[in-house]
Every structure is written in C-alpha cells, then in structure tokens.
C-alpha cells in the first residue's frame, strides 16, 4: 500500500458524499486514490456487479455514503423500495468489502434510527429503546441493520481479519448538493427557496405551517464530512474506548438546536427577504424538539464548525449558482 490509502465514496453525487470527497480533497488525499462509480455505473443494489467492482478497484477503505432517500412523502409512498433498496446497498457493499479485505469502513445512517418518543437529546443508546416513527419506519429499519451488519462483521471478523468498521448517525444537514425540490425537499432547503421566490416576485408575506416552535438541530454538510473522516482515522483502541461491540455508533450533531421560527427569520436574513413571516398555528407542528446527544462525538475530539448564519450563506450561494435559471 502506498501512502495514502485507496478509499471507494459510494454515493459521491449525493449532497453527503460529494462533501466527504470535497473534505478528502482538502485534506491533501490525491484524488487519484479516491474511486467512485455513479448509479448509473454501478447499481449497488445488484451483488454480482458490486462484488465484480471490488474485486477490481481494491479499495482499502469505503465510506458508505449511497442510500434512497427521501421526504415523508416518498417514504410513505415507496416504502418498499426503501427497505429493500437500502438494505441491499448495504449488505452488497459491506459484505463484498469483507470478501476483499477492507478493513476500514464508515457507515452513513440516521437519526432516524431512535424511538419517536426517544428522551432529547437523544443518546445512543436510546436505540431499539423503542417504537419507532411509522412514516419512515422501514427505511429506519435498514439504517439499524447497516449498523448491526457493521456490529457483527467487526465481531466475527475484527480479530481474525482486522475488519473495523463503524458507523455516524448524523442530524438533519443542509448545504452544497441539497435537494431544492419544491414539493420534495428538508425544511431549510424548503425555506431557501420559498423566501428566495418571495424576494423575487416581491410578495409581501410568506406563510409558514405551524406555530414556529418546534426545536430542531441542524449541521452543515461539510462539517459532517469532516467528521466522517475524523471518525474513519480515530486509532482503533480510541474507537473502542467510547463504543461497544453492540452500541458502536456515534451521533454527529452540532450540539444545539433552535426553533422553527428562528431558522426562517435567520434564512429570510441571508436570502434577503424583508417582508413578514406568518405562521399559521392551524397546521401541524410535528414533534416539539428534535436533538442529538454529540456527547460521545465530542469526547472523540471533534466538533461543528461551521455557524448556522455561514452555512446557510453558502447553502444559498449555491442555490442561486446551481438551482435558478441563469439570466
Ligand atoms: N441529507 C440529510 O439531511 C441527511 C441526514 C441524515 C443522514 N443522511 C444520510 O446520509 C446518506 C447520504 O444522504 P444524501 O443526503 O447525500 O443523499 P443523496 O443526495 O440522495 O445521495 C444519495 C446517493 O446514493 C446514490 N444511490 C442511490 N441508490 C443507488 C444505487 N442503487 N446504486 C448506486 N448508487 C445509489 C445516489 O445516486 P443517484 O443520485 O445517481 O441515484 C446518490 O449519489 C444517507 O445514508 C442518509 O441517510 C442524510
């Protein structure tokens, strides 16, 4: 091996895995030691084509960064596709990594993975704690089997073959390669182009759903891209000092969460949307406060960088670069 490391990014289009490839890059990774293939090269859901890849490329280490995803419409509409989708990504990619000596792997999950009625900030070890949101149950349902498939290679195969591989459960992130889907897209991407439009057509008010209230955490997508790479290069016996064979994830939030009210004043400030804000409290709020507990992230060495005004700036500097029409 040379080096530096031969690393796959499976995923490398989507909003996170374009971000771990940006945070590799500017990390002085040589990009020729960075392999990727697009869907269309390499669908992962297809276990002879993956295993025929790996066997190939050699990669000595993956970040798994491919996933279908989607809003609660989607889920709701497509929830097999979902389940099985994601549960064969994952086990094709981890398995084939296994038969062809990766010993280094990150898995890409949720915080989708906890119970709807999870105490917040939610720890890690509030999983299988009990029942989860039905909405997107079975995409949940796959996040927990990646985490147990990384789990069980490590404990079969951790001392006979050095296999380490571990698993991030970031919150809801935002920036660079985000979905600005008008009817299909998170909350802060939603606003972006709501407020944008807004300015745009002068409108004098934009309506909010719900009262404002709800808490939710946020993290720029660069910052979860560095901590994917902090993780994946933590020494192993540091990994192990903070996890457990059977509760090896780790949480990556920024720590903090802010309403609903104030995520759209501060997205109107960025875009530069100057009218008013009505909420309308006839609509429903969802859960009062999303947060998770980045305790064990933390104690790991590392934290968010990247303030919420900053991160949307960019996020919105990619809007208007990449999502509106060009004069
Ligand atoms: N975005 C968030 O707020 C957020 C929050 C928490 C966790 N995550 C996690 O982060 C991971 C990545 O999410 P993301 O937001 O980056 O999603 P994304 O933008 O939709 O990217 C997903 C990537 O997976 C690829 N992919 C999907 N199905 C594939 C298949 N069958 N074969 C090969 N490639 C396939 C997609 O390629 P195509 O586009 O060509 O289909 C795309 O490049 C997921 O595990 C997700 O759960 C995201």
Redesign the pocket.
Known sequence: MTAHPKIYV?????????AIVRQLLVQGHPADRIVT????E????DQAAVRAFFATERPDQVY??????GGIHANHTYPAEFIY?NLM?QANVIDAAFRHGVQKLLF????CIYPKLAPQPMREDALLTGTLEPTNEPYAIA?IAGIKLCESYNRQYGQSYGVDYRSV??????GP???YHPENS?VIPALIRRFHEAKTNQAPSVAIWGTGTPRREFLY?DDMAAASVHIMNLPLSTYSQHTQPMLSHINVGCGHDITIRELAETIARVVGYAGDIAFDPTKPDGTPRKLMDSTRLNALGWQAQVGLETGLEKAYQDFLDNHTAQP
């Open positions: 499976a995923g490398h289009r989507g909003m996170v895995g374009s293939r697009s869907h269309a390499l669908d992962l859901t798994l960064a491919a996933a279908k995803v989708q990504m890409l999950g949720s915080s996040k459960m970031p919150t809801n992130l935002y390669g985000d979905n998170h997508v």
